[in-house]
């Protein structure tokens, strides 16, 4: 088994920042792509900012420039640095990470439960 469990989420008004935290543990060989999703209200979840292993990453064209993605040291942890914040960035938070449980095994999907980020004044 494999637990994500993010952190980092609230309240912040329009124009502020947040950090979003992320940490991966359980049965774990290796960890591929990290990344961060998130799902408004009556909305699809989308993709925000993904970090492969190999140092890649891609966002949203909605938060370029506002949001850095990056990976911990031990590989197990990605972090989501949120700036300049608005409305419309108010959703639900989710973890992801793909994962291999042996050597040379498969790499399966793997999600947190999740971490509401407000936006409002």
């Known amino acids: 088994q494999v637990q994500l469990v993010e952190s980092g989420g609230g309240l912040v008004q329009p124009g502020g920042s947040l950090r979003l935290s992320c940490a991966a543990s359980?049965?774990?060989?290796?960890?591929?792509?990290m990344g961060w999703y998130r799902q408004a209200p009556g909305k699809q979840r989308e993709l925000v900012a993904v970090a492969t292993y190999g140092g890649s990453t891609n966002y949203a064209d909605s938060v370029k420039g506002r949001f850095t993605i990056s990976r911990g040291s031990a590989n197990n942890m990605v972090y989501l640095q949120m700036n300049n914040l608005t409305p419309e960035d108010t959703a639900v938070y989710y973890c992801n990470a793909d994962v291999s449980g042996r050597p040379n095994g498969p790499t399966y999907p793997y999600w947190g439960q999740g971490t509401q980020v407000t936006v409002s004044s």
């Open positions: 359980g049965s774990i060989f290796s960890i591929n792509a």
